[in-house]
């Protein structure tokens, strides 16, 4: 995202869209895999929450069943449930094991929310439940418009893709 | 990559016995809650390490860059807190500060000791290496190989997604100024990288389908990683040592 520089981690956009091309298990595979493979390269820091970003693509796979990437609100539901529940799963995390913070500038908001009096882990999952959902929504939009502007080529061969988007396999008598 | 390379007795160690040994000091480290000695102990111990193996100054690098933000968010929660706490109740206001710092060096000693001790294993293997060393003792081929795929995409997937985006500049995309212009600017970036990835995954896919990838049974390694008999009993050894020393120190046992 250095290219464009957004306030947003699109960190799972790969996560997403595994889970809704190969199901709930890939998603969660990918999530998990890439977080230790981001810790391997940027620091060791990133590597606990391999957890959530598991949950990650185990909700996309399952959202994609219940056909997220038909519409845009659907897509939109579909990320704010995943951002809401990676936001409860990496809360206690990142509460334990970091008192909290992670050095970036969300930071800000969980000292925010313990100067109100919260608790420190539900002051880090309001933290989460602040950002998470607008960048999986994000992340989930993202996804869908992608699927949807794939080739019927590339698409035909992803059935759990094809009903997670509503799209029909092209029958092959179509071929000219 | 945090790896350096370097030619000391440290890198040559097989990878899964160092961070094996790694992970089990840090676990009897993390069990002692009484004190901050034990973890200053480790990440003495650690620092010693990095010197043996010629990468202090990349280590206290990277902890400069890691650590140090997070420390001074965990420092700056609690001064806001005791502040806010302090005028609330009107306690001594240096007191509460005292009492709240005390907590603060506990927990910022162990995530510094959880960061040295994932830094001086990684910047003393490569994370290659450390794959093919568990792929070679019998961790699943499938998964090795999704590590290992990973790693090696990851400078050319960077150097096309600046390709695709100097393309899209080439055809009159303007990365625009403002948060709606920069983001205007992902999608043409997206939808290519992504759907070319999905192209070369099914690429990679037929050519291990076609060497026999998927087949069971006994498998032969490229790759030889050198290791007596003992080594593996040797790191259940010392893991099982570790699991015991912490339900010890944790009151378990």
């Not at chain 1, 449930?81 to 969300?106: C, D, E, K, Q, W």
């Amino acid at each position: 995202m250095a290219i464009v520089k957004l306030p947003i981690y699109l960190d799972s956009i790969g996560t997403v869209l595994v889970g809704i091309l190969a199901g709930p298990f890939a998603g969660a595979l990918t999530g998990a895999l890439s977080n230790v493979l981001a810790g391997m390269i940027m620091g060791p820091t990133l590597i606990p929450f391999a957890v959530p970003a598991a949950a990650i693509g185990f909700l996309a796979g399952w959202a994609g069943r219940f056909g997220a990437m038909r519409s845009t609100p659907r897509a939109v539901i579909a990320g704010m449930v995943t951002g809401a529940i990676a936001a409860r799963i990496s809360a206690p995390i990142s509460a334990y094991l970091f008192g909290g913070v992670t050095g970036g500038g969300t930071d800000l908001l969980v000292i925010f929310f313990r100067a109100l009096g919260y608790p420190l882990e539900q002051a880090t999952f309001m933290q989460g439940l602040t950002v998470d959902p607008l960048d999986k929504v994000v992340t989930f939009l993202l996804v869908a418009w992608v699927l949807h502007a794939s080739p019927a080529r590339l698409l035909d061969q992803y059935p759990r893709g094809l009903a997670a988007t509503g799209r029909v396999a092209r029958a092959w008598s179509e071929d000219p | 990559m945090i790896y350096v390379p370097a030619d000391t007795f440290v890198d040559r160690a097989n990878p899964l016995t160092k961070a094996t040994i790694v992970a089990a000091a840090l676990l009897v480290a993390l069990a002692e809650e009484s004190g901050p000695r034990p973890l200053l102990i480790f990440i003495a111990l650690m620092l010693g390490v990095a010197v043996a193996a010629r990468v202090l100054k990349p280590l206290l690098g990277a902890l400069a860059r890691i650590v140090l933000p997070i420390a001074v968010s965990l420092y700056v929660l609690q001064w806001v807190l005791a502040l806010v706490q302090g005028l609330l109740s009107r306690q001594s206001l240096g007191a509460l500060a005292l009492a709240l710092l005390d907590n603060v060096d506990v927990l910022g000693l162990r995530i510094l000791a959880f960061v040295t001790a994932v830094l001086v294993v990684l910047l003393t293997t490569h994370p290659g290496r450390l794959v093919q060393a568990a792929a070679v003792r019998g961790a699943p081929p499938g998964l090795c190989y999704a590590l290992a795929a990973a790693l090696q995409i990851i400078p050319a997937t960077a150097a096309h997604a600046r390709a695709i985006t100097d393309a899209q500049r080439a055809r009159g995309l303007v990365v625009g100024r403002g948060l709606w212009g920069r983001a205007r600017a992902l999608p043409p970036l997206i939808a290519p990288l992504l759907l070319s990835t999905l192209q070369s995954a099914e690429e990679q896919a037929m050519a291990l389908e076609a060497r026999g990838f998927s087949r069971r049974g006994p498998r032969t390694s490229f790759f030889e990683v050198a290791e007596s008999p003992a080594e593996p009993l040797l790191r259940w050894a010392i893991l099982a040592a570790a699991a015991l020393a912490f339900a010890h120190l944790r009151g378990w046992l």
